[in-house]
């Protein structure tokens, strides 16, 4: 049965976040906020919610393992899952914001997270809020280099959604805050279960089942977008994902319940393995090749996601 909730949860977590983003994007039409605007921010915060939720959800029930293992599980996926699958079906270009803007401040936030924990053990009230400001920080530099340089608005916003009536907004916001927290109750709960019967620890089931499981969205989108030769997915957005996830999911979260450290696992091996994922991308996107990612990469990126799973597993 445990396995059951925690398929329910997922699924829920998946619907529960898709309605978010829609009442989101619809709530900012009606507040007369620019596509560029919504697109960089409201989109990316709606499409934090199942992590978040997540993440919250388990820090206040007493498994903070669980909690960090999720975002930083989440984080290596959307690279070497994500991004791996993606350019294995689509090679993809890396503009230059990725060089001066996505990646420095992905790496920082990741090195930053590191460093808190490692210095004892606890994610701190005042290091989630140093870790939230940092990502509003990050937002206003984009904003405005998104405005300095004309970039266009992302094409992955649906401009049906202007016309959207406000009960509509209402019922999604109501419905898919419920999707949210019920499936993030399930997964929780079905993810501690799960661990507990196989007899493995919650980190290894919070890096992979329930990791995966919020990135999802993410993995849909880009392999859809890939597939119909769409613009739209960028080697940014996942980036940018990543920062989110470490500002706002964990900075938040830390807010409100501090994150200890209980599986020095986490600091020992998955968050290195995070931070080798995102640091090999500049290579990647410099060698043989200046500026894209191929299929032979993405290969490469997806083989390590596999590698790191079968060593979680078999250790």
């Given at each position: 049965?445990?396995?059951?909730?925690?398929i329910?949860?997922?699924i829920?977590?998946?619907?529960?976040?898709?309605?978010l983003?829609?009442a989101s994007?619809?709530?900012?039409f009606?507040l007369?906020?620019?596509?560029?605007v919504i697109?960089?921010?409201?989109?990316s915060?709606a499409?934090?919610?199942?992590?978040?939720?997540?993440?919250?959800q388990?820090?206040l029930?007493?498994?903070?393992d669980?909690?960090?293992?999720n975002v930083?599980g989440?984080?290596?996926?959307?690279?070497?899952?994500v991004?791996?699958?993606?350019?294995?079906?689509?090679?993809?270009?890396?503009?230059?914001?990725?060089?001066k803007?996505?990646w420095?401040k992905?790496?920082l936030?990741?090195f930053?997270l590191?460093?808190?924990l490692?210095n004892?053990?606890i994610?701190?009230?005042?290091?989630?809020a140093?870790?939230?400001?940092?990502?509003v920080?990050?937002?206003?530099i984009?904003?405005?280099?998104?405005?300095?340089l004309?970039?266009?608005a992302?094409?992955?916003?649906?401009d049906?959604?202007?016309?959207?009536?406000?009960?509509?907004?209402l019922?999604w916001f109501?419905?898919?805050?419920v999707?949210?927290w019920?499936?993030?109750?399930?997964?929780?709960?079905?993810?501690?279960d799960?661990?507990?019967v196989f007899g493995?620890?919650?980190?290894?089931?919070?890096?992979?089942?329930?990791?995966?499981g919020?990135?999802?969205?993410e993995?849909?989108?880009s392999?859809?977008?890939a597939?119909?030769k769409e613009k739209?997915?960028s080697?940014?957005?996942?980036?940018g994902?990543?920062i989110?996830?470490i500002?706002?999911?964990?900075g938040?979260?830390?807010?409100?319940?501090p994150?200890?450290v209980?599986?020095?696992?986490?600091?020992?091996?998955?968050?290195?393995?995070m931070?080798a994922?995102?640091?090999?991308?500049v290579?990647?996107?410099l060698?043989?090749k200046?500026?894209k990612l191929?299929?032979?990469?993405g290969f490469?990126?997806?083989?390590?996601?596999?590698?790191?799973?079968?060593?979680?597993?078999?250790g």
């Amino acid at each position: 049965m445990s396995i059951f909730y925690a398929i329910i949860g997922l699924i829920l977590l998946v619907i529960g976040g898709e309605l978010l983003v829609r009442a989101s994007v619809g709530l900012s039409f009606k507040l007369k906020l620019s596509k560029l605007v919504i697109g960089m921010t409201v989109v990316s915060f709606a499409t934090s919610a199942p992590e978040l939720i997540v993440s919250m959800q388990a820090a206040l029930d007493g498994h903070p393992d669980l909690a960090l293992s999720n975002v930083v599980g989440s984080n290596i996926a959307n690279i070497a899952l994500v991004l791996g699958i993606t350019a294995m079906i689509a090679p993809l270009f890396v503009n230059m914001e990725f060089f001066k803007i996505n990646w420095p401040k992905m790496m920082l936030a990741s090195f930053l997270l590191y460093f808190f924990l490692q210095n004892d053990l606890i994610l701190s009230r005042i290091e989630g809020a140093i870790l939230l400001f940092l990502l509003v920080v990050f937002v206003f530099i984009l904003l405005f280099r998104a405005r300095k340089l004309r970039l266009s608005a992302p094409e992955t916003i649906d401009d049906s959604l202007q016309h959207i009536s406000n009960y509509k907004l209402l019922f999604w916001f109501v419905l898919g805050g419920v999707a949210l927290w019920g499936g993030s109750k399930l997964l929780v709960n079905g993810a501690i279960d799960i661990a507990r019967v196989f007899g493995i620890s919650e980190n290894i089931i919070g890096v992979s089942m329930v990791a995966f499981g919020t990135s999802i969205p993410e993995l849909a989108a880009s392999v859809i977008a890939a597939l119909r030769k769409e613009k739209a997915i960028s080697l940014g957005n996942l980036i940018g994902s990543n920062i989110f996830n470490i500002g706002s999911v964990l900075g938040i979260t830390a807010l409100i319940q501090p994150i200890q450290v209980l599986d020095t696992q986490l600091l020992n091996n998955d968050i290195i393995w995070m931070l080798a994922i995102a640091a090999i991308l500049v290579p990647m996107a410099l060698l043989p090749k200046r500026n894209k990612l191929s299929r032979v990469e993405g290969f490469i990126l997806f083989s390590g996601y596999v590698i790191f799973l079968y060593l979680k597993f078999a250790g």
